[in-house]
């Protein structure tokens, strides 16, 4: 199972703060997924993420993929208290996610 | 459409016993999958069914059971319950066999509490 590590663990800021949060493998990724948990709900799919060096953009959460595809990055600008949650990267491995074990955001007011 | 439901949303038991969860997944999706998290493990995958079928089966002991129904629903058992099955299990649906890169549409989970 292929390992993938997210960091930091716990990110508490300020509202209107830009925070970066980060999942890297040892191995390379087919493809990367973020998802959002917030407190009470399942996980809620951001991104997919499949060619080496790909940005992609959602309103204010900017997603990027490592050239050689084993690291991937979530960058959120202007932080809101609507983005605290959990946040996810996972990647797909014989009809099974393989999830990191999280950042932890808390923005408040 | 309604998204994933899963029942019922908490749930105590007692060392020993054993429950049974249930998902009904998006109308027209076909594949299952269900996940143990946990806040030292996090989200740990246990099996995935699609038309009936187990495509997958995770790294968790014979205990952990599960079965898909001819409409898509599906159950997962646990027998002998112990402490450490105290989690949130959740369920995700989608609609193709293109699991890779299909979307998976989660449930808002169900909370066991073992005692």
Known sequence: TQLLEQSPQFLSIQEGENLTVYCNSSSVFSSLQWYRQEPGEGPVLLVTVVTGGEVKKLKRLTFQFGDARKDSSLHITAAQPGDTGLYLCATPSGYALNFGKGTSLLVTP | KA??????????????????????????????????????????????????????????????SGRQFSNSRSEMNVST????????????????????TDTQYFGPGTRLTVL
Not at chain 2, 81 to 100: I, K, N, Q
């Open chain 2, 3 to 64: 998204g994933v439901t899963q029942t019922p949303r908490y749930l105590i038991k007692t060392r020993g016993q054993q429950v049974t969860l249930s998902c009904s997944p998006i109308s027209g999706h076909r594949s299952v999958s269900w996940y143990q998290q946990t806040p030292g493990q996090g989200l740990q995958f246990l099996f995935e069914y699609f038309s009936e079928t187990q495509r997958n089966k995770g790294n968790f002991p014979g205990r952990f």
């Open chain 2, 81 to 100: 319950l112990e402490l450490g099955d105290s989690a949130l299990y959740l369920c995700a649906s989608s609609s193709t066999t293109a699991f890779d």
